[in-house]
DNA sequence: TACTGGCACTCCTTGCTTCCGAGTGCCAAG
DNA sequence: CTTGGCACTCGGAAGCAAGGAGTGCCAGTA
């Protein structure tokens, strides 16, 4: 059905498109790449892909335009991630090194990634459930509060205030902190809530109110923070791409954290980077953005997941390379602190 | 100069003109308003208040359409603060105490100020710098690795990573615990440096290396986390205004944390809103947009600001209500956890 | 002195028409 | 299967006239 010309076509047509936003005719087409033939040819070709689906012309008398299918193939076919230079990964490397705690690296790398693609960039923090515990402190506030820190393998620290039921010693306390670190250190997030279930047989009978409350606090956060935290950074790179629909779907879309979360997608098969292209994409405002996003942690374990979002029109070989490279040294900080 | 009924149709102009988006001119002037006299002394009046600079034609022919300096006037001496009904004021109350920490609390504020003035809304994470000690924490996470954790009395969590010099016993960390809760509890962030001067001397000598090395991060963690952290959410609401200047700048100026800072500005005198009417505004960016902002605190003691951004043609009184009432909430709120 | 009705003038907006050219589809010939 | 040629389509730019909103000014009136 479509041969190797036609698949150049396509390619040329994609790579034309991407780079000057005008819809390309056969003339420029010959011109700029040599092809071998003649425009006529061109537009048989052309001809052929339209009526596959794979480009299509705004109106008569314009030239073509890539759809989404027509994307799709030069993303799946027609395109090799284009790695980044020597000079870019160094950059990347020592800008990230520069980071002191969770949230500047995934401040620095949602600012790096917004740059370095010149597109709006998603990161998601490390997933807290697939994290272990590392420590967990109590900590006396007041005569009735305790604060409870949560840290974990991946330099998370989530922390919760805890209204206890009766007055605390710090002998108390301190008996619960070792018991609560033992029965959890090195413990799955997951797992938390089995690990901790005979804990309350463990301490006197009258600690045992303060542990129930620790406790129901401490799934609490769990759960709680099992909806992950992401952000994203760039936003200005959307200004001056004109959308099919309006941008403020878009901003309204980035900043509503349940679509970000459907946005990235589900984990991809192994490390490679995934593309959601237009109308693949799970959400209605997005349908004229594509999203290319890839998994990122530490060894073979994944936490979490970032990308970037632009438009269908976008240098995906570039894109792509950028966001494989930056999860890359994602996960070698992560695994390094 | 300016007669009182100037001055009415100088109002009456701003409201219009914030209304309809369009310039408006003596006819519809006289209809909407009763102002009791005839379109042709409007005509005379409006010739004054443009000679003075108040309004502006953008073109013969067209209405009038208030400058920098008539929203100045408007503000200052025209139109008063419009309270939110207390349907509202319910809203924000519920809204906000359902957070849970302190990024909580910010992250609601930020939303809630977005949707209630249909604007962008920016919220400063309260001072480190006037906030007191309530709590420092050292936790071991590896042989040479300590957690130090910072409560401060605002609920607010710093924490970092110490490589300390030394292998560390239970005993000696808790011996440096014990020494810097008693140094600093209830201590300004701003005595820290003073208040801890003379620890090295009261530890052994042995574990003097690894006092120092907690020190310094301390110390560290109070001068760059000084500059604070700043969170805006609703830039979508920017999307359908058409600004003078391109939208770009304004979302590129919105990431900017340097420029935030600049934009909320100096803590204005005593608790009123404070208002910054496009030129008026210090950023090259923002030179087409209004910010409205206020502090916010715990009784008379100013922890932070917040405010939201929109364009020059904004409504004043209805802003200045919201952004007033939320940053009353908010500091109850920060009182009472 | 202050206000008013009237009137000429400006100039933006809208709709219409025309023209141009890029790009296409098709066909007959190589 | 490819190619040169040619008629055709249609959007965009340019030009033009009509319409209308709004103004400034002036002379008359309370």
Redesign the pocket.
């Known amino acids: 059905m479509l041969d190797d010309?036609k698949l150049a076509v396509l390619r040329a047509i994609v790579e034309d498109y991407v780079s000057t936003n005008e819809?390309v005719?056969?003339?420029?087409l010959v011109e700029g790449h040599n092809l071998g033939?003649?425009s006529?040819?061109i537009?048989?070709d052309?001809?052929v892909l339209?009526q596959e689906g794979y480009i299509t012309?705004p109106?008569?008398?314009?030239?073509?335009v890539p759809t989404d299918k027509g994307y799709r193939l030069f993303v799946d076919r027609l395109s090799t991630i284009k790695p980044l230079s020597s000079a870019e990964r160094r950059a990347i490397e020592t800008f990230l090194n520069g980071a002191y705690d969770l949230d500047d690296v995934v401040g620095r790398t949602v600012r790096l990634l917004a740059q370095l693609t010149r597109q709006v960039a998603v990161v998601q923090y490390p997933s807290l459930t697939r994290s272990t515990v590392r420590h967990v402190e109590l900590v006396p506030v007041a005569a009735h509060r305790l604060l409870l820190v949560l840290i974990t393998n991946t330099g998370r620290v989530e922390q919760r205030v805890i209204e206890t039921p009766a007055q605390l010693t710090e002998e108390s306390i301190g008996h619960l902190r070792a018991l609560l670190n033992t029965c959890l250190d090195g413990c799955g997030l997951g797992e938390v809530p089995t690990a901790v279930a005979d804990l309350p047989e463990k301490v006197g009978a009258d600690e045992r109110p303060v542990a129930a409350s620790v406790l129901s606090v401490l799934l609490e956060t769990l759960v709680e923070k099992h909806e992950e935290k992401i952000v994203f950074a760039g936003a200005a790179n959307l200004a001056h791409v004109d959308f099919s629909q309006s941008l403020r779907d878009v901003l309204e879309a980035l900043e509503e954290q349940v679509v970000l979360m459907r946005l990235l997608g589900e984990t991809g098969d192994s490390s490679t980077v995934t593309v959601r292209i237009g109308t693949e994409n799970p959400d209605e405002g997005l349908r004229s953005t594509s999203v290319v996003a890839a998994d990122y942690g530490v060894g073979d374990l994944t936490l979490a997941r970032l990308g970037v979002l632009g438009p269908t029109r976008m240098d995906y070989p570039g894109t792509m390379g950028a966001v494989r490279a930056v999860a890359r040294y994602v996960g070698q900080i992560l695994a390094g602190s």
């Open positions: 010309r819809p005719g056969s003339k420029s033939v003649s006529a040819t537009r048989n052309m001809a339209e012309q109106h008569t008398s314009a030239g073509r």
